[in-house]
C-alpha cells in the first residue's frame, strides 16, 4: 500500500508544468541566505559576549575585593622603616618616657590589628601615627630639646 501511494505521488508530480522561475529569484534567494549567514554570526557573537558578560560578572561576585590602596599602605610601611633607621643612627637619641610609652601602644595596636587580619583602612592611620611619633623624636634628638606635654 505504501508502494502505491509512493507511485501515485510520483505520477502527480510528473503530471505538474514545467516551472521556470524568473532570474531575479535566485539574487533574492542568495541575499535571504546571506541575511541568515549574518543573522548566525550576529547571533554567535552576541550569545558569545553575554558568556563573557556573564563570566565577568561571576569573577567579580566570587573574587575577594582588592585592598584599598595597598601602595599606600607599604609607602607608610617603608616610611616607618626609614624614620626608625634614621633614629637608631643618632648619636645620643632623646627619648622622653612619654613618647617610648606611645610609641610601644601604636606598635602593640599594629600587631593587634594585623593579627585579626584588619584592612588597609583601619592600618594606615596607625602606621601615620607611628611615622609622626618617630618623627617627633628625631627633631627632638637632632635639637637636643626637651619634650613638654601640656
Do not use: C
Not at 563573557?52 to 575577594?64: F, Q, T, W, Y
Amino acid at each position: 500500500m505504501a508502494e502505491q501511494e509512493l507511485s501515485l505521488k510520483s505520477l502527480r508530480l510528473a503530471g505538474l508544468p514545467e516551472f521556470d522561475p524568473p532570474p531575479q529569484l535566485w539574487a533574492r534567494i542568495e541575499a535571504a541566505h546571506a541575511r541568515r549567514r549574518q543573522q548566525r554570526r550576529l547571533t554567535y557573537w552576541s550569545a558569545a559576549a553575554g558568556v563573557v558578560l556573564a563570566v565577568a560578572g561571576l569573577v567579580a561576585v566570587v573574587a575577594p575585593p582588592a585592598p584599598a590602596r595597598p601602595s599606600a599602605l607599604l609607602q607608610l610601611e617603608r616610611q616607618s622603616q626609614e624614620l626608625e633607621q634614621v633614629y637608631a643612627g643618632l648619636a645620643q637619641p632623646f627619648s622622653p618616657l612619654e613618647s617610648e610609652v606611645e610609641l610601644h601602644a601604636i606598635e602593640t595596636a599594629l600587631q593587634q590589628a594585623y593579627d585579626r587580619g584588619a584592612a588597609a583602612e583601619e592600618l594606615a592611620p596607625l602606621w601615620e601615627q607611628r611615622n609622626a611619633v618617630l618623627s617627633s623624636l628625631i627633631a627632638l634628638s637632632a635639637d637636643g630639646a626637651q619634650l613638654t606635654r601640656i
